[in-house]
């Protein structure tokens, strides 16, 4: 089974603080993406990463960064985390067939910032 | 462009009864996939199934059945018989070929009540 850890469940930070939410897969995925959930407006896409070192822009990435050093790790960095970031945080792995990849999920980070 | 749309946001249903959940979907690609995710209250995205534009035979597994017409560009889920257990957020969601990026509706919510 793919399994998907995020670092924290529930996180609460002050603003202007900086942020990182750690996200790791054990199935040597070469997919991950970055997802923050709100009601009414389903999953937006914050970043992705096809492989190490390398990263694209999702929908929203503004006031967001990612970094992937290893293959089995991508974090989400908020540089200066602002009151309206605060929301669910998912992360996800796809295998990088590129064809029909599912997507699995990690089970989330509730962030509220204060 | 791409667009999935969960027109129904929550639905109500006693246990026992059978429900529906709507997806329609927008795309001008000939070959994509379409998934649904359930989401129960712990938060993390359960994988349910995957369907490719070519296969518009329905699937049933257990309780769960799905419809996927083309015609009216459509991917709906009924569970049969539903239990508490199935009390969640759904999503349905696209994804164009050889893209990695996944098209989310904004999810129905079931309440099953006892």
């Known amino acids: 089974d793919v399994k998907v850890t995020q670092s924290s469940r529930y996180l609460v930070k002050r603003t202007g603080e900086k942020v990182f939410l750690e996200c790791v897969q054990d199935?040597?995925?070469?997919?991950m993406f970055w997802y923050r959930q709100d009601p009414g407006l389903g999953l937006r896409l914050i970043y992705f990463?096809?492989?190490?070192?390398?990263?694209e822009k999702g929908d929203i990435p503004e006031g967001y960064s990612v970094s992937r050093e290893k293959k089995e790790r991508f974090s989400l960095i908020l540089e200066s985390a602002s009151t309206n970031q605060t929301s669910m945080y998912l992360c996800?792995?796809?295998?990088?067939?590129?064809?029909?990849?599912?997507?699995?999920f990690g089970p989330g980070t509730r962030l509220t910032v204060l | 462009a791409q667009k999935v749309t969960q027109a129904q946001t929550e639905i109500s249903v006693v246990e026992k009864e059978d429900v529906t959940l709507d997806c329609v979907y927008e795309?001008?690609?000939?070959?994509?996939?379409l998934f649904w995710y359930k989401q129960p209250p712990s938060g993390e995205l359960v994988f349910l199934i995957r369907?490719?534009?070519?296969?518009?035979q329905n699937e049933i597994s257990g309780r769960y059945s799905w419809n996927f017409q083309k015609s009216t560009s459509s991917f709906n889920f009924t569970i049969t018989a539903s239990q508490v257990v199935d009390s969640a957020v759904y999503f349905c969601?696209?994804?164009?070929?050889?893209?990695?990026?996944?098209?989310f509706g904004s999810g129905t919510k079931l309440n099953v009540k006892p």
């Open positions: 795309t001008r690609d000939t070959t994509y996939y």
């Open positions: 990463s096809y492989d190490v070192k390398m990263k």
């Open positions: 969601a696209l994804q164009i070929y050889n893209f990695n990026k996944f098209y």
């Open positions: 199935m040597d995925h070469e997919n």
């Open positions: 369907r490719n534009s070519f296969d518009e």
């Open positions: 996800a792995s796809s295998l990088g067939s590129g064809r029909a990849d599912t997507q699995y």
